[in-house]
């Protein structure tokens, strides 16, 4: 069974290079919201995402009302989906703040890194589930073939479900869809 450390350095390894995501929100109504978002933290930990936002936006109200979030990532020229679930909450630390700051954001906070409105979705990650498949498009025409002429998926990448905190779901029974 892998380690924490090696589920860590999988998932890193696997959402490397895929900076926008798809953050996902229960909105109002009971309604799920997606909008993209940069990722903030340049390697995974293995604890936490982290995201720039204002502090006003709508999304931070959905978070205080419904904290459990989800993040989908993909790379198609890598062949990799990942569907991040976990916690989110507001950090307005401005030691952290700093940490991630570039002054690129000063477009969206004229203010700098001390502006009122400038705040840290913290994503406290419970677990990953992704796909991995043949990045190429060689690659994946012969795992399509050796898919159908075996007449299984396993040739067209791995799909797992990772849990990365106590109190996360529990790994479900492999499934395969055709």
């Known amino acids: 069974m892998a380690t924490r450390?090696?589920?860590?350095?999988?998932?890193?390894?696997?959402?490397e290079n895929i900076d926008i995501c798809m953050f996902t929100t229960v909105g109002e109504d009971n309604y799920l919201v997606s909008r993209p978002l940069s990722t903030q933290?340049?390697?995974f930990d293995g604890e936490r995402l982290w995201f720039f936002t204002s502090?006003?936006?709508?999304?931070?109200?959905?978070?205080?009302?419904?904290?459990?979030?989800?993040?989908?990532?993909?790379?198609?020229?890598?062949?990799?989906?990942?569907?991040?679930?976990?916690?989110a909450r507001l950090n307005t630390d401005p030691e952290r703040v700093d940490q991630f700051w570039s002054d690129a954001?000063?477009?969206y906070f004229p203010g700098g890194k001390d502006d009122p409105d400038?705040?840290?979705?913290?994503v406290e990650v419970h677990t990953v589930e992704y796909?991995?498949?043949?990045?190429s498009w060689i690659g994946k025409s012969i795992a399509?073939?050796?898919?159908?002429?075996?007449?299984?998926?396993?040739?067209?990448?791995e799909n797992k479900m990772i849990r990365m905190r106590k109190g996360a779901p529990?790994?479900?029974?492999?499934?395969?869809?055709?």
């Open 55 to 87: 502090a006003r936006s709508p999304k931070v109200r959905e978070i205080a009302k419904h904290p459990q979030v989800n993040v989908a990532y993909a790379s198609k020229d890598r062949n990799v989906y990942a569907s991040v679930a976990g916690v």
């Open 170 to 178: 529990r790994k479900r029974a492999a499934s395969k869809s055709r």
């Open 131 to 135: 796909w991995d498949g043949p990045g």
């Open 105 to 107: 954001y000063k477009a």
């Open 41 to 43: 933290a340049a390697e």
């Open 144 to 157: 399509f073939l050796i898919a159908r002429v075996t007449r299984s998926d396993d040739a067209l990448g």
């Open 5 to 15: 450390s090696e589920k860590s350095e999988q998932i890193a390894r696997l959402l």
């Open 118 to 122: 400038v705040a840290l979705i913290e």
